[in-house]
């Protein structure tokens, strides 16, 4: 007679095996998500239509997240769970011996604080991207990055200035915790590292818009700077504490990083910014009086 654990291994095998058939529908309504939000933008200039359009944009990409997500379960827990309808168990769920060590960290966490124990990348020099999977360590477990050590990093980035009566773009170095400095940029263009690519422009775009921020329907000329493009980077890895150096103070006044950066960080996230002239800012802002 199965035991109550064999009961509920069985019941869990067989959702697994309705995992497929629910990714190829969030495929097939994300496709047409997508076909509807072009048909009403190329056939309408009213400003409901563009916002209904986005929108559906939006939950095309929430389909293909979750079908994305939805895919990794079956390799990872098919053969525990196979193992445990027939009673013969030889490894547990991530392939070690029974009962955690010490050393290991608390399964008990929230899903993000789990995977900032995850492997990092090891190269240097590349381009910043959003959609590496691996988390980070928890930042609290080790030094933070001082103040000195955040103005010789500022020194390796260029002077911002005007070229033919144009700004340039702001610069900056995020620097991980396995010591691996990635380039920042702002503007609209793609954030990479590798073979990934993704929009953290677009992703701040939409967060504005879902959030309603800034004027209806959520538009701010600020989603293209590195700061609120981090703070779109700070949601995909889990980050809760983060440093990055800019060769341009946030900017200040309605509508403004300095005003909004708050709003785009994860819950209980810390984004500490340096920049010229001994510029340190700490969002969230502290309140008035307290320092960092």
Not at 40 to 60: C, E, K
Not at 65 to 90: D, N
Not at 230 to 258: E, Q
């Amino acid at each position: 007679m199965p035991s109550e654990l064999q009961r509920v291994a069985q019941q869990l095998l067989a959702t697994l095996d309705e995992i497929p058939r629910v990714v190829a529908y969030l495929h097939d309504r994300a496709g047409k998500y997508r076909e509807s939000a072009g048909w009403i933008g190329s056939t309408s200039n009213n400003p409901n239509a563009r916002l209904a359009a986005t929108q559906l944009d939006v939950a095309a990409r929430r389909c293909e997240e979750a079908a994305h997500y939805l895919s990794l379960a079956p390799p990872k827990a098919r053969a525990w769970t196979e193992q445990m309808v027939s009673g013969i168990r030889t490894a547990e769920p991530v392939g070690k011996s029974a009962g955690p060590r010490p050393d290991e960290p608390d399964r008990s966490a929230p899903p993000a604080e789990r995977k900032q124990n995850g492997p990092e990348a090891t190269k240097s020099g590349k381009t910043l991207g959003s959609d590496e999977r691996s988390g980070l360590p928890d930042a609290s477990a080790r030094p933070r990055l001082t103040d000195a050590e955040g103005r010789r990093l500022l020194g390796k980035l260029p002077v911002r200035g005007q070229k033919f009566g144009q700004r340039e773009k702001t610069r900056g170095i995020w620097r991980a915790d396995d010591g691996t400095e990635y380039d920042l940029v702002s503007g609209r263009g793609e954030d990479s590292i590798g073979d990934d690519n993704q929009d953290l422009y677009r992703q701040a775009e939409e967060f504005a818009i879902e959030h309603r921020l800034g004027n209806p329907p959520g538009t701010l000329s600020i989603t293209s700077h590195v700061e609120i493009k981090f703070a779109m980077l700070m949601w995909k890895r889990g980050l809760r504490d983060a440093t990055i150096v800019i060769n341009n103070p946030p900017c200040k006044g309605d509508s403004s990083c300095d005003e909004w950066l708050d709003k785009f960080l994860p819950p209980g996230a810390k984004l500490t910014i340096y920049g010229p002239d001994n510029f340190k800012g700490i969002h969230p802002k502290p309140p008035p009086g307290e320092g960092a």
